[in-house]
């Protein structure tokens, strides 16, 4: 079954420092791969999104994310956290082999410290 | 206004009543989606719809029921609610065809269940 793994439950990193949360995914199928955030009390809101083609993309809020088919990995960056990046982020998987239903991972509690 | 409206945004009620959460949408997607989240747990899909006569369990569609009145409209029912029915549930809509597109997310609903 298809299935999404976000290892790390919380992440807390200081301000101005920088960022990596990790996805890795096990898809029998060519997976098309989003990033998520979630602020509190809000819904969620698409930072970035891979379908094909250059395997790094960029995303709002100076967020990036690289696929890695050889590690099926789609990790989450940022070079410098600020403090309103603190939200949950999560990784999502959708197919069109699995009726195009996004599959979440447990989603990473991001904490900055000043 | 938002795209993805859910009432209510908040609900206390007690165990064994029955409850409807509505979806409403702008964006003029044909499909919609209800998704519940708990803590460590991610957002788990409970019914999907890709259009007015096509209506689909999810993974954990048990104790749970939905209907499509419109192409804008999609309610989530808990017909005798139980505690562990406590949750954040999200409703989302996505365009037809394609994976690629993104799922847009209405705010979501708190539901506790006493």
């Known amino acids: 079954a298809q299935s999404v793994t976000q290892p790390d439950i919380h992440i807390t990193v200081s301000e101005g420092a920088s960022l990596e949360l990790r996805c890795n995914y096990s898809?029998?199928?060519?997976?098309?791969l989003f990033w998520y955030v979630q602020s509190p009390g809000q819904g969620l809101q698409l930072l970035l999104k891979?379908?094909?083609?250059?395997?790094l993309v960029q995303g709002i809020k100076g967020f990036e994310a690289e696929f890695k088919r050889s590690q099926s990995s789609f990790n989450l960056r940022k070079p410098s956290v600020h403090w309103s990046d603190a939200a949950e982020y999560f990784c999502?998987?959708?197919?069109?082999?699995?009726?195009?239903?996004?599959?979440f991972g447990a989603g990473t509690i991001l904490r900055v410290k000043s | 206004d938002a795209d993805v409206t859910q009432t209510p945004r908040n609900r206390i009620t007690k165990t064994g009543k029955r409850i409807m959460l509505e979806c409403s949408q702008t964006?003029?997607?044909?499909?919609m989606y209800w998704y519940r989240q708990d803590p460590g747990l991610g957002l788990r899909l409970i019914y999907y719809?890709?259009?007015?006569?096509?209506?689909n369990k999810g993974e954990i569609s048990d104790g749970y029921s939905v209907s499509r009145q419109a192409q804008a409209k999609f309610s989530l029912s808990l017909e005798s609610a139980i505690p562990n029915q406590t949750a954040l549930y999200f409703c989302?809509?996505?365009?037809?065809?394609?994976?690629?597109?993104?799922?847009?997310f209405g705010q979501g609903t708190r539901l506790t269940v006493v």
């Open positions: 989302a809509t996505s365009d037809s065809g394609s994976p690629k597109t993104e799922a847009f």
């Open positions: 999502a998987v959708g197919a069109r082999e699995y009726g195009n239903k996004l599959v």
């Open positions: 719809s890709f259009d007015v006569k096509d209506i």
């Open positions: 898809y029998g199928a060519t997976p098309y």
């Open positions: 964006k003029g997607h044909d499909r």
């Open positions: 891979y379908f094909s083609g250059d395997t």
